[in-house]
């Protein structure tokens, strides 16, 4: 979205949050509960994280559906009574979502909704389509006509189009044609359906409520409802809830799971607990490997906030070090409009963040963060940390280098831009400026994960973004992106 001239810069105040991969999305879907749409808005609050710039809900109340959409974060849609009681009935789903500037339009804002020839269909989709440019073009030579640029609508095209007869057997039909990661949920006005793709990629969870059964991709979500937990969808699972219970198909041949190791790493909630592992206890482990892994000599450990914390304490239980909080968080700063002259913009990285000078002052410190991307972030941390008088600044990584850029679901930048793909491990640390640089290894990673290093013939986790071995075929990418008029438009919004 370009800024209208004049206009002031919109400034992220959280210097740590601009250099971090982005989760795309969040998806939370119910059946069977009066308050559908109340429980899906509290879901979909604690889902925040996986998606800022835009929320949607559907419902079904027996006869109709009901749609409420818009850009913003949940609590700017859905703050009102008369928004909450118009989406009336039982079944819902809803949707957070994140998008790369220049998408965020409310015709790109999900759950997508369609009237199709069996009745409406809603769905709402975490992930990404890695052949949504090849099946978009064939189905404009087939005629039909887009309304967004998302790969989400190509799933209700093919639902729409599908030769099959009942609407479970179109959407595994659509989902037969597509390749990519994708947690989806959907609502008809006879079920909500929810569906993991073949390896498993992106999280999604069951849950009860009262005898209600909700879909999440994450456990949090059914926390903040006090639903309790059921277990994971697993890969390739679609759970269709409707008045019966929630029954299980299994559409797609048997694959080998590849869960997304940032999950654990970053994208999350440490409160969460996805494919049987609790996000924080797995984050402490990888911070203890890290330590066994790369031991250095200091007074403190500090977390870069909030992402670097449980691994920092894993670091500092295990490093023997004590853990401090050296960076502190001033939780009343929301993003600023301020003039984008150099001075201005270098002292609001401070809004939201300051160094605890007494704690640092004379001290070496030892930073832990989850992971380093473009390298900004870490080159302001460590200028933050000298500036209060660290008389040493290490940092250590609770991930691999991150070598290579998501095609899942995730925003990473290109691999010009990931400073790993770029630099040797010594290059990166003389330009963070920093006295010792450590990432944990990908042994290590999966030391902490799975209890043993990894097998390089069949690894457990998607980890592509650290060893550049994608599991499932990018084919847009290879056949060159998407389609000039798809990328022209998405640029010109
Ligand atoms: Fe996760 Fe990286 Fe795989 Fe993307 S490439 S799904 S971020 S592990």
Redesign the pocket.
């Known amino acids: 979205m370009r800024r209208p001239p004049g206009a002031p810069m919109q400034l992220t105040t959280n210097p740590f949050e601009g250099d971090k ?1 982005r989760e795309h999305c969040g998806v939370f879907g119910i059946f069977g509960h009066e308050d559908a749409a109340a429980h899906t808005v509290l879901g979909l609050h604690a889902l925040q994280h996986r998606g800022q710039e835009a929320a949607g809900i559907v419902t079904f109340d027996g006869a109709q559906f009901h749609s409420h959409r818009g850009i913003g974060q949940v609590g700017e849609q859905f703050s009102t009574e008369s928004v909450i009681a118009a989406l009336r009935g039982s079944s819902a789903v809803g949707h957070v979502r994140y998008s790369t500037t220049g998408e965020t339009i409310l015709r790109n804002v999900q759950p997508l909704f369609a009237e199709l020839s069996f009745g409406g269909f809603a769905v709402g989709h975490n992930g990404n389509l890695t052949n949504a440019a090849a099946v978009r073009r064939r189905l404009v030579e087939r005629g039909c006509i887009f309304q967004s640029t998302m790969d989400t609508e190509i799933i209700i095209h093919l639902v729409a189009t599908s030769a099959k007869k009942t609407v479970i057997d179109r959407l595994i039909d659509a989902l037969k044609q597509c390749e990519g ?1 994708y947690s989806l949920v959907a609502v008809t006005d006879q079920a909500v359906l929810g569906v993991r793709d073949p390896l498993g ?1 992106r999280p999604l969870v069951l849950g009860t409520l009262d005898g209600a059964h909700v879909l999440a991709s994450e456990t949090c979500a059914l926390d903040i409802i006090g639903a309790k937990f059921v277990r994971d969808v697993e890969p390739g699972e679609m759970v269709v809830i409707d008045r019966a219970g929630p029954h299980s198909l299994r559409p797609f041949p048997p694959a080998g799971p590849r869960f ?4 654990y790493i970053y994208f999350s909630r440490p409160d969460s607990a996805v494919e049987g592992a609790s996000v924080y206890d797995a984050r402490k482990r990888i911070g203890a490997e890290l330590a066994r892994e790369s031991h250095v000599e200091g007074d403190v450990v500090i977390p870069v906030p909030d992402s670097g914390t449980p691994a920092a304490i894993g670091y500092a239980q295990q490093a023997g070090i004590s853990f401090e909080l050296g960076i502190i968080r001033n939780h009343y700063v929301g993003r600023t409009f301020i003039e984008p002259t150099d001075r201005i913009r270098h002292l609001g990285v401070r809004l939201k963040h300051n160094a605890n000078r007494a704690l640092i002052q004379g001290k070496r410190v030892i930073l832990v963060d989850d992971s380093i991307v473009r390298g900004t972030t870490s080159t302001k941390i460590v200028s933050m940390m000298r500036e209060a008088g660290a008389t040493e600044v290490h940092m250590r990584i609770a991930s691999p280098p991150t070598t ?1 850029s ?5 925003d ?1 930048p290109d691999r010009g831009q990931l400073l790993a793909a770029q630099q040797s491990l010594e290059e990166m640390r003389v330009s963070i400026g920093i006295d010792s640089l450590a990432f944990i290894s990908t042994d290590g990673l999966y030391r902490a994960m799975a209890g043993e290093a990894r097998d390089a013939a069949n690894p457990q ?6 060893t550049g071995e ?1 599991p499932i075929p990018l084919t847009d990418h290879e056949q060159g992106g998407p389609p000039a008029q798809l990328a022209l438009l998405a640029d010109e919004i």
Do not use: L, N, R, S
């Open positions: 991969p990661a990629v997304c190791i940032f999950e290579h998501c095609f899942y679901g995730v990473t986790y998607c980890d592509a973004c650290f994608y």
